[in-house]
T-cell receptor, first 106, second 115 residues
């Protein structure tokens, strides 16, 4: 059983679409991280959440601690958003989701 | 700031050889993390340091792996002897605080191939 589950595994969208990626976890956490990994391999931390909601540009991340669930939303998606998005949770240990591969088509 | 610096960026070695990966964290950051990424297992935390002290090394696969942080600006991950299954991308990351409760900044990674 995976401590962190992401859905969907793969996602293809048309440019401009609103995108949602989901993350559910089964362990107690102190923080949840959303990471972005581009085709070149580099990893960027997008958000670190312990409660509520954060927004950065076209990206919004929310977390519901009671339901152990987080979502990453991308508004007005663009081909440069094409990447793998990884959910990670930290607490007593670190756990990673397997990632959601997003392709945005022009 | 230059960000997290890792070297080498690519390493190809033969089975049985010693491999040393290096990381320079962002100045002022107190925590340093070593991760491994493979197609099969995704991202895994190997070990993390807080104030140069190893806090959690439960992810280190076996005794062939060792990590040190002799000072706040340098860390090494050593594999001796290396095996083909160690082939992966190894990332180093640093953050201001510990326990994964702060934003982590990742280095570009070292792609290791063990033949």
């Amino acid at each position: 059983k995976n401590e962190v589950e992401q859905s969907p595994q793969n996602l293809t969208a048309q440019e401009g679409e609103f995108i949602t990626i989901n993350c559910s976890y089964s362990v107690g956490i102190s923080a949840l991280h959303w990471l972005q990994q581009h085709p070149g391999g580099g990893i960027v931390s997008l958000f670190m959440l312990s409660s509520g909601k954060k927004k950065h540009g076209r990206l919004i991340a929310t977390i519901n601690i009671q339901e152990k669930h987080s979502s990453l939303h991308i508004t007005a998606s663009h081909p440069r958003d094409s990447a793998v998005y990884i959910c990670a949770v930290t607490g007593n240990q670190f756990y990673f989701g397997t990632g959601t591969s997003l392709t945005v088509i022009p | 700031d230059a960000g997290v610096i890792q070297s080498p960026r690519h390493e190809v070695t033969e089975m049985g050889q010693e491999v040393t990966l290096r990381c320079k964290p962002i100045s002022g950051h107190n925590s340093l993390f070593w991760y491994r990424q493979t197609m099969m297992r995704g991202l895994e935390l190997l070990i993390y340091f807080n104030n140069n002290v190893p806090i959690d090394d439960s992810g280190m696969p076996e005794d062939r792996f060792s990590a040190k942080m002799p000072n706040a600006s340098f860390s090494t991950l050593k594999i001796q002897p290396s095996e083909p299954r160690d082939s992966a991308v190894y990332f180093c990351a640093s953050s201001l605080g510990g326990q994964g409760g702060d934003t982590q900044y990742f280095g570009p990674g070292t792609r290791l191939t063990v033949l």
